[in-house]
């Protein structure tokens, strides 16, 4: 089996290193997703520009977090969905609309129940989205600019989901009382 190194700023390969110090000068440290993608810094750079952008995105921040928590819960990334289930909780959103994003559940609130489920749509589909779902999209008060903006967290998100499969990324400390285990992973878990 492979290894993939967990990077430091002292063993990160030198075009990762100023990206890692931006990141451990705005968050306090270098999460392990970071600290992994370092490993290609062109793949650490892609991560962290897609992710800024969806922070300039029309969505507002809870929004955001329903879209990656959405997509992170379809690709099982047990690292995103423990993570951003605590910055959903930071952006606004309540317990019960977490634990239904991570489960695939309906959210109780419409507008929000929209978004998730066209962004599941996208991301299940391929962007091949079934007659009727871009117009319920808009209907509940979206976009078609805001439909676009979706493929830059889809984006991001497959980047991080998939490297964090690829290099067994473990949880950063604050991710403990948001640990969540895919669905397909919890009978072996469970025995």
Request: charge should be neutral.
């Amino acid at each position: 089996m492979a290894h993939f190194p967990t990077h430091t700023a002292d063993t990160a390969p030198e075009a990762a290193r100023p990206t890692l110090a931006a990141i451990k000068a705005g968050w306090g440290f270098v999460p392990n997703l970071h600290a992994g993608l370092a490993e290609a810094p062109v793949a650490l750079e892609a991560y962290g520009t897609l992710f800024d952008m969806v922070g300039r995105s029309s969505f507002t921040p809870a929004e955001q977090q329903i879209a990656f928590l959405t997509v992170s819960a379809i690709h099982e990334c047990e690292y995103c969905v423990s993570g951003h289930s605590m910055l959903a909780g930071k952006a606004g959103l309540d317990a019960r609309s977490i634990a239904a994003l991570r489960e695939g559940g309906a959210l109780p609130d419409g507008r929000q129940q929209a978004l998730r489920a066209f962004t599941a749509s996208l991301v299940l589909n391929r962007g091949r989205v079934p007659p009727g779902e871009v117009e319920a999209f808009l209907a509940a008060g979206y976009t078609e600019a805001q439909a676009l903006e979706l493929l830059v967290v889809i984006a991001a998100k497959t980047i991080s989901n998939y490297a964090n499969h690829l290099a067994g990324t473990k949880l950063d400390g604050f991710m403990a009382k948001t640990a969540w285990v895919a669905p397909s992973r919890r009978a072996k878990v469970a025995a």
